[in-house]
C-alpha cells in the first residue's frame, strides 16, 4: 500500500503565499508523474499542476505565473508554492501520484487533501 499525505494548508489573505507539501510512503518502487488537483465547492476536481519524473511541469492557466510545483525524488515528495494568491484560489488542493510500487504494477494514488482559503 501506498500513502499520500499532504500538509501546508490554512488560511491566507489574498496576495499572501502559501506552500503545500505531499509525501508519499509505503511499498514504492518509483513515482512517474505527481500533481495537484483542487476542487472548490460545487465545482469539479480540476488539475492545477503537474511535473514528470523527467522534470517536465504542466500548469492549469488560471495559475501560471504564480504556482510552482517542484518534486525532492529522495524523498517521495511533492511541493506546490502558491503566491499571489487569490480567493478564487480558495479549494480543497489534492495530492495525485502514479506509483510504481515493488510488484511492479502502477496504480494511481490520492491524498486525503488539504483546505486551502484565501480572504479578500
Known amino acids: 500500500q501506498v500513502q499520500l499525505v499532504e500538509s501546508g494548508g490554512g488560511l491566507v489573505q489574498a496576495g499572501g503565499s502559501l506552500r503545500l507539501s505531499c509525501a508519499a510512503s509505503?511499498?514504492?518502487?518509483?513515482?512517474?508523474?505527481m500533481a495537484w488537483y483542487r476542487q472548490a465547492p460545487g465545482r469539479q476536481r480540476e488539475l492545477v499542476a503537474l511535473?514528470?519524473?523527467?522534470?517536465?511541469?504542466n500548469y492549469a492557466d488560471s495559475v501560471k505565473g504564480r504556482f510552482t510545483i517542484s518534486r525532492d525524488s529522495a524523498k517521495n515528495t511533492v511541493y506546490l508554492q502558491m503566491n499571489s494568491l487569490k480567493p478564487e484560489d480558495t479549494a480543497v488542493y489534492y495530492c495525485?501520484?502514479?506509483?510504481?510500487?515493488?510488484?511492479?504494477?502502477?496504480?494511481?494514488?490520492w491524498g486525503q487533501g488539504t483546505q486551502v482559503t484565501v480572504s479578500s
Open positions: 495525485n501520484a502514479n506509483v510504481v510500487v515493488t510488484t511492479l504494477y502502477e496504480y494511481r494514488y
Open positions: 509505503g511499498s514504492i518502487f518509483s513515482i512517474n508523474a
Open positions: 511535473i514528470r519524473s523527467s522534470g517536465s511541469t
